[in-house]
């Protein structure tokens, strides 16, 4: 099946700090990838759709110069997460989508990155 | 505004039954819906899709859609407690992207 990886799967780091995320899908080609952030008990809230070459497409209210996300390849997506405060703390969760417009239009998740700001 | 609701529960049953968790949705323009298992700290992993009125069966898994009362509904025969976790249901326009709702907290006692 199709197996997405992300790195690291948790990352720990000052206030004020930059921490990059990767996403990467192994066995296939991703046109389209996903970022969300899921909060303790909440929803998996979409942050932005990044499809490979071109600028990502941010969720209203997210703001992009502090969610940089760059998909340079059919296979790695990166969200670096700039000048990060406490608030930022959360679990941060890529998928991957190979062709778009099916019914199943399945996407496939990684493992998730638990961020904390201290 | 999109929207997805389910009962947070937890919902708690007994190994061997039947659980059956429920969602509604907003959006009439939805095509296709999702159900997803999360296992606490972990990602979602894919349960099942369905698209179509009616009962589509996948194991001890049946998802069940009415688009004309906007719900869908999961049910889990034989429940183990293995399948204790939050269930998210999803739902998506074609070309567009998934909407979640805040997940069924579900609970199988031995």
């Known amino acids: 099946g199709a197996v997405v990886s992300q790195h690291p799967s948790w990352v720990i780091c000052k206030s004020g700090t930059s921490v990059k995320i990767e996403c990467r899908s192994l066995?296939?080609?991703?046109?389209?990838m996903f970022w969300y952030r899921q909060f303790p008990k909440q929803s998996l809230m979409l942050m932005a759709t990044?499809?490979?070459?071109?600028?990502?497409?941010?969720e209203q209210g997210v703001e992009k110069d502090k969610f940089l996300i760059n998909h340079a390849s059919l296979t790695l997506s990166t969200l670096t997460v700039t000048s990060a405060h406490p608030e930022d703390s959360s679990f941060y969760i890529c998928?991957?989508?190979?062709?778009?417009?099916?019914?199943?239009?399945?996407?496939?998740f990684g493992p998730g990155t638990r961020l904390t700001v201290l | 505004q999109k929207e997805v609701e389910q009962n947070s529960g937890p919902l708690s049953v007994p190994e061997g039954a039947i659980a059956s968790l429920n969602c509604t949705y907003s959006?009439?323009?939805?095509?296709?819906f999702f159900w997803y298992r999360q296992y606490s700290g972990k990602s979602p992993e894919l349960i099942m899709f369905?698209?179509?009125?009616g009962d589509k069966e996948d194991g001890r898994f049946t998802a069940q859609l009415n688009k004309a009362s906007q719900y869908v509904s999961l049910l889990i025969r034989d429940s183990q407690p293995s399948d204790s976790a939050t269930y998210l249901c999803?739902?998506?326009?074609?070309?567009?992207?998934?909407?979640f709702g805040k997940g069924t907290m579900l609970l199988v006692s031995p």
């Open positions: 369905i698209y179509s009125n």
């Open positions: 959006d009439r323009g939805s095509q296709s």
């Open positions: 990044s499809n490979e070459g071109s600028k990502a497409t941010y």
């Open positions: 066995d296939f080609q991703a046109t389209t």
């Open positions: 998928s991957a989508r190979e062709i778009a417009g099916g019914p199943a239009d399945e996407q496939f």
């Open positions: 999803a739902v998506k326009r074609r070309y567009s992207t998934l909407t």
